[in-house]
Structure formats: C-alpha cells, structure tokens
C-alpha cells in the first residue's frame, strides 16, 4: 500500500512540505483502514456506549466496566484474521498476546479469554489445517501465560475458505485505584520502552490488515506477520502489576499496529501533547535497523509507558528483576510529536543519549500528534440494502436431517478445540466452555463488598459471579445481515441468562469484506445497525471493540460477521446444568420464548438441504425475556437450562441428553425442531407452573415432554419417532475429535 493521492494531498497541505519516507509510512498504517476506521467510524455512532456501570468507554485500549462496588473489569476484543492465514500458529498466537496487552494497559490483571473462530467447509484440507494452527496457537500462548481460555465458538462456512477471520477477546480484572488509561498527562514525563527487544517482524502488519488477501499471501506477506513469545508476555504481565503496585506508571498503551509509531504517537495525541523521541534509543534485537523500522516494526511483547522523571529508575529496577528490556526513549511535550535518528549512534554497541550528540542526528517525523491520529478523511461508501427470500423448503427426511444437523460440525460437539485450552488457571472458572456461557469467581468483589458496603455490614455479604458469551453465526448474517446480527446479540445474552445472569455490556469485533463493493457495504452496515438495535434494547452497552474489513480474497468476500463479546454479572457462582443429570427424571421440559414463526431462514438445515425462507421474528421485549429466564435459571425447581440456537431444538435437546438422564419429547413439525430462533431456552424444572407464571405477560412457555432416566431422546415429530441413546448422539457429535485426532 502507499499513501492515495486525496491523502498525499492533506497531508503536504498539512506539512507544508512532502512528508519524509517515515512520516509517509506512518501515515500510510495511521490512516489505514484497520487503524482509522475509515469506512466504518461513520456507521458506529449506532452504538449506546454509556451506562452507569460504563467507567471507560471506546477508544482506549480496552473499556472498563464497574462489575461490583469498587470492581472493575475490563473488555477488549480485536481480530488477526489476515495474519492467521498467512501463518496460522503465530496469527493466533500474537492475536491472543496483543489483546493481553491491551488488557494491560488499562491496569487490569487479565483473567480470561474468548475466541471466535471461523474457517472454510470443515472438508476441506485448506480448512483444517488453519483451524489446526490457529487453535494451537491460542493453547500455546494462552497456556503459556497462565489466562483461561473459557468461551467461544467454531463455524465453518465456504466463504472463509480464502480468508479465516480470528477474534480474540479478554477479560481483565482491576481495583478502582489502580485504573490506567492511554491519554498522556504532563510535558517532562519520560515514555520508557519496556518488554522484548525490537525486530523486523510485523512490518507494515496495519497496511497488510487493510487490503484483500493475494492468491500470493502466504508467502509474500509472511515479514507482516509478528512471532510471539508467550513467556516475555507472562513476564510483562507480572512487571506490570509490580509498576501499578508502585504507582510508577502515568499512562500505558501497548504497542500493536504500526508498532512505537502508533503506540507513542496515540498515547500523546489523547492526551493533546506531544512527544521528542530518540529511535536509536529503543532496545534492538537485529543489527543495523534503520529508523523507519524502528518506528514501525510490530515486534511482540513490548509497553510503552508514561512515567515521572523521577520514577524512571524504579521502572528500569523493575524490567530488570523481570528480565525485560528497558529503554528510556523520549518524552512528553507540549509540541509535535517529534522522532530523530542518529545512525552513528545506533551503529553503536549500546546507544545512549551522550552518543547522540555525534552529528549523525536526523529529525525523521516532524508532525501534529492528532493529525497523525485524526485527520484521515472518513470515507462515503454507496451500500446496496440486501433482500430477504421467500418461503421455498425442500422435502426432508427426518432422520437425515436429524442427523445431518446434529452431526454438522458448526453444531457439533467443539471439545476437540476447548480440550487444548487451560480454562482452570488462576482457579476462578465455575463454568469452563463447553457450556452456553462461562461463569468466572469474582472474588474480590466480595472482598469489596466485605470491606465497606451496607450489606457486609448487615451480615449478607453475596458472592459475584460474572458470565461470559463470545461468537457470531455466519448463516445468520448471510441471510439476513441486520437481522441476523440482532439474533447474535440476543443469543450471546440468551447464554447469559441460561445461566443466571444478566448483560452487563458488550464488546464487538466487526468483521467483512471490502467496503468499496456496494453489496459488501450494505451487508456490513446491515451487521452494525441490528447488533446496535438489539444491545440497546438489551441494555447492554457495546463499550468497545475492533473493526476488520478487506476481508476479502479471489474466493470472494466473508460474510458479514458480527462477533460479539458479552459479559454480565449474577449472585454467586453456581450456575444450573446444560445437561441433564440423574436427579433431573421426571422434571417437565418446557421450551420459553417466542418461536419466531418457526421461520427457517439462516439455519443450519436449510444450509445443507437447501430451499430459502425468510429470518425468524424476534421478541419485541427481549431485556424481560433475558431477566425472566435469569431468574428461573437460579431457580431452586430448576434442573438444566439449555438455550436453543445453533441447530434448534433438534441440537438443544440431543446436548442435554447424558448416560444418566434422558427425555421423551413431542413436536408437530420439522419446522418446530430445527428452526433457530434465538431468545429461547429449554427448561428441565420440576415446577412448570411456576416458570408459566414468571413468563406470563413476557414470552410463550410450551411443554416438550419430560426427563427421564433412559440416558436416551426419545423424539416424536408430527407422528414419526425416533430413538437415540447418550452414546449414539456422542458419537454423531464427535465429528471434530473423529476427523482431527
């Protein structure tokens, strides 16, 4: 990529002058699409970002939202998606270590992961190879640094065959005086590098994640590629809790795209300074780096922090009891953000400022910190509004759909990937994956609530669980893209409520083809307005996320694909099943929610039988349905709660089946059991009138039949049966394990 000639333009007008070959390539990653968000800043302002739990909303590294009374978490979601085609083990890895650092960087302790996958047909060799990789990657690194992996989600679908997209999101968790953001604070302030030595590694990573992929891109855009190293990073993790003990860090922001250009240049436009900055001063891994790659290298591992002069020797105590690089590389002005090279000095063993002074010094960007930031124009794109088919179902075999469905690998059992995750360190994970929604101990929540609230006082001092939902559904959204995205969101805070808790905000990754085809456009602003329509009628504000677009390459654009990260909170940790148990026989199976029409649009059946129909209806008071089915999850009559999604009820009901627990059930149509409609959840309680009452006046409660102790689903279907026992259906869903092992 090179600048256009509109922004050659602004930017010379800017100047006064042609930019320097540095300035041009920062601003060529600064003012990429993946950086600044220049066809879709116009869309976001869609997005409800306030609330009184929103601390620190979008635009930092990561948000921070008030879980409890003086406990903060933070929320931070972004994509590697073209990286982790071009390699798919060290895409996923770094993808996973950046948003640590982005965790970081706020002050919070990084207690868990979510990622969303989403790869070619699962047949395909292509197909399986990345999500070998990729999964790898993830185990590898997160593993490696001791965060839980606890949620997310697997799709397959061919239009990712030429470009796989790989979302990675973390939760972080800080006290309120430990909070930090990315905004510098105070001319004279050092910024001092902290973390792994820089290298050539991810140069131009921006530019490269802001253009459709090559039939070439493996191998010709492998140098955009950053190689991590998870033990540097766990290093950093805990260097990094030892500055905010000390109190020696003003401001943080961790170095991802465009490397200490973006990162340095960031950090003092929000703050509406500026910064003097010596590159040959930075810690190299490479000999003879010039200073543009200095600039803009994308090498892993690496802080850059705003502390006082005279803290500046603590920091340096720090890195060096965490072996960790560490080099004082400028300060905070109150002019342009200014960078110079001396390459005498930096042909020097250890270059330091007293070497600086040798004549070889060269001003390499002279520019305005929030011009380099915020002056790339925003793009008008036209967008063509996709349309809804009509009804045209296909005749289906019961059994084969039952099968072909339940057996699909987008609604398959995905314990092949979650089984290589650590999801059990740091020992706060209630509910791991494999689950609707993870549970995670918030622990010093009650510790704060212990400390000064009138409950504690009183004696009733409550434990806080907080529960996380990650994924998208790309069937949904290729049919009905603004639809589809509200299902999304309705289904993320559906996983919430199956077990007990309730949206408490939203981050979300954005991803789609390139914005300069007008179906394209139209799909991805389709994505954006219903996710925002729903999170708002959810309350849930989205309070941050990540946009990648120009996913797109010769085998065509992705689908729009609306990831979203949920979190919400609940009394306790315990969490109702979403299987049966033994102690489950004899409890009525109620299905609540509003079937939508039992519409077919967007499922998984007519994914592989074919035929069209429109996209089921959605509820019209989704927040009531998601806090009443909240309440009878933490219900004592409850046994199982299962939320119906991905697959219907035909998947429902064949995941809640166990050796000690099955279920007789009755349905008057196909329709009825594949049909997707979110917002619905299976109920295993041995009180059903009491979860009509709780939905009277907000959404339909039906009977589907009862648990038994069979260890077997029994499925009537307007008059035919069939009968599968707990190790059939295993096995039917054990296709990832079956194909991969």
Known sequence: MSLSEQDRELVDAELGREPTPAEAALFENLWSEHCAYRSSRPLLSAFESEGEQVVVGPGDDAAVVEAADGTYITMGIESHNHPSFVDPYDGAATGVGGIVRDTLSMGAYPIALADSLYFGDFDREHSRYLLEGVVEGISDYGNSIGVPTVAGSTAFHDDYEGNPLVNVACVGLLDEDRLVTADAKEPGNKLVLVGNATGRDGLGGASFASEDLSEDAETEDRPAVQVGDPYTEKLLVEANEALLDRDLVEAARDLGAAGLGGASSEMVAKGGLGAEIRLEAVHQREPNMNALEILLAESQERMCYEVRPENVDAVEQVAEKYDLGCSVIGEVTEGNYVCTFDSEAN????????????????????????????????????????????????????????????????????????????????????????????????????????????????????????????????????????????????????????????????????????????????????????????????????????????????????????????????????????????????????????????????????????????????????????ATLADVADSEATAAVHDVSHGGLAVALAEMVTDEAGAAVELDSLDALFAETPGRAVVATTDPEAVREAFDGVAPVAELGEADDSGALDLTVDGESLSYDADDIAALRDVLARELD
């Open 347 to 626: 042909a020097s063993e250890k270059p330091t400022e007293e070497r600086s002074d040798s004549g070889g010094r060269e001003t390499v960007v002279d520019v305005d910190a929030e011009f380099l930031g915020d002056g790339a124009p925003m793009n008008d794109l036209p967008a063509e509004e996709p349309t809804q088919p009509e009804r045209d179902l296909p005749d289906a075999d019961l059994r084969d759909a039952f099968e072909a469905v339940v057996g699909h690998p987008n609604t398959a059992s995905k314990r092949w990937v979650y089984r290589q995750y650590d999801h059990e360190v740091q020992v706060r994970t209630a509910t791991g994956p494999g689950d609707d929604a993870a549970v995670l101990a918030l622990r010093e929540a009650r510790k704060s609530a212990e400390k000064g609230s009138a409950a504690a006082s009183s004696g009733d001092s409550r434990e806080t669980g907080l529960a996380v939902s990650s994924g998208a559904d790309p069937n949904w959204t290729s049919a009905a893209p603004y639809e589809g995205a509200r299902a999304v969101a309705l289904e993320n805070a559906t996983n919430l409520a199956a077990k007990g808790a309730t949206p408490l905000a939203a981050v979300d990754c954005l991803n789609g083809g390139n914005p300069e085809k007008p179906d394209v456009y139209g799909g991805f602003r389709g994505i954006v307005d219903g996710l925002a329509d729903m999170c708002a009628a959810l309350g849930a504000p989205v309070v941050g996320g990540n946009v990648s677009l120009y996913n797109d390459s010769p085998s065509g654009p992705i689908p729009p694909t609306p990831t979203l990260a949920m979190t919400g909170t609940k009394d306790g940790y315990d969490a109702p099943p979403a299987h049966l148990s033994a102690d489950a026989g004899g409890a009525t199976l109620l299905v609540v929610g509003a079937d939508g029409g039992n519409r077919l649009g967007g499922s998984q059946l007519l994914a592989q039988t074919g035929g069209s129909d429109r996209f089921p209806e959605l509820p019209e008071n989704p927040r009531e349905v998601v």
